[in-house]
């Protein structure tokens, strides 16, 4: 079982990393925060992988963190969720994003995940309750009650901007980005398909 490679960073796709390791390439599943955070072509980095066997043979997906890693075990351990569904809500929320919701019962954000219904979303927060969500086990954030979190709804434009402002892009860059990919998507564009967008918009 592969838990980790270390090695050159070949090709980079919407969906998959080439990581060289030892004169071989293997293919990396990963998802949309992830693959903007790689390096440059034909730089090394370090991935955590959790491999998947279906009836089709193993995939490997990748995480350049563990608790990133053990956020989409755990995902997957929902009735429903697959890796496509737990790599959809990670591309929206970070691990600590995602105790957060589950710690106040916030379905609605995850459902903004690509492929998540209401009744999925639902039931990712039931289940993921008391389940470990980062790599030293389950995170409760310090000073975090459900109370504290605001009711509203965020745009899509104003998550947009502020992941890829997470990612290490600038507020003007950010927005710049946004608005392009908003133009050819449509205000209905799901939240994983802009920021998708506005990465290849900045050249990414």
Do not use: W
């Amino acid at each position: 079982m592969i838990g980790r490679l270390r090695g050159l960073v070949l090709e980079l796709s919407d969906e998959e990393a080439l990581i060289e390791v030892g004169g071989v390439g293997y293919i990396v599943r990963c998802g949309v925060r992830t693959l903007a955070n790689m390096p440059e072509l034909g730089a090394e980095v370090i991935v955590h992988i959790e491999s998947v066997t279906r009836e089709d043979g193993t995939r490997l997906f990748g995480f350049l963190t563990k608790d990133e890693r053990q956020a989409f075990v755990s995902l997957q351990g929902v009735q429903g969720v697959g890796p496509k569904a737990a790599l959809a809500v990670l591309d929206i929320m970070t691990p600590m994003e995602l105790a957060q919701a589950v710690a106040s019962d916030d379905k609605t954000k995850v459902g903004r995940a690509s492929g998540v219904g209401p009744k999925l979303a639902q039931r990712i927060v039931i289940e993921l309750k008391g389940k470990p969500l980062t790599a030293a086990g389950v995170f409760e954030p310090i000073g975090y009650s459900p109370a504290t979190v605001t009711t509203l709804k965020p745009s899509i434009n104003g998550e947009s901007v502020a992941a890829l402002m997470g990612l290490g892009m600038s507020e003007q860059q950010s927005r710049q980005a946004v608005d392009v990919a908003l133009k050819d998507l449509g205000p209905e564009a799901e939240l994983a398909a802009v920021i998708r967008a506005s990465l290849k918009a900045l050249g990414r």
